[in-house]
């Protein structure tokens, strides 16, 4: 088992950033690509973003692109999601979630065998 806890979630402005932090337990850290999904009322839960095992490789969905930046520190056991120039569209409950380096990239939730209990981010216009 692994256990993800996120934080760094707060009520920012438009135009602001926020550092989110995910912290893992469990397991040996490095054995797992980390992503980062999150889910706005009433919709989906969709991909943000994704970085493989030593931090070489990440996949950022286009709509954040340019803005979030993904980056893990293996020997804190920790994920982060650096969020800036924040949108009000980009209100949501922020999940990080991980998947054996045995499988290759994911994008979708299904993907991920282990979630964090999300943390929530509010972009005020």
């Known amino acids: 088992q692994v256990q993800l806890v996120e934080s760094g979630g707060g009520l920012v402005q438009a135009g602001g950033s926020l550092r989110l932090s995910c912290a893992a337990s469990?397991?040996?850290?490095?054995?797992?690509?980390m992503g980062w999904f999150r889910q706005a009322p009433g919709k989906e839960r969709e991909f943000v973003a994704q970085?493989?095992?030593?931090?070489?490789?990440?996949i950022v969905a286009d709509s954040v692109k340019g803005r979030f930046t993904i980056s893990r520190d293996n020997a804190k056991n920790t994920v982060y999601l650096q969020m800036n120039s924040l949108k009000p569209e980009d209100t949501a409950v922020y999940y990080c979630?991980?998947?054996?380096?045995?499988?290759?990239?994911?994008?979708?939730?299904?993907?991920?065998?282990?979630w964090g209990q999300g943390t929530q981010v509010t972009v005020s216009s």
């Open positions: 979630a991980a998947r054996s380096n045995s499988k290759v990239a994911a994008t979708t939730p299904g993907g991920y065998d282990y």
């Open positions: 469990g397991r040996t850290f490095s054995n797992y690509r």
């Open positions: 970085i493989n095992w030593n931090g070489i490789t990440t």
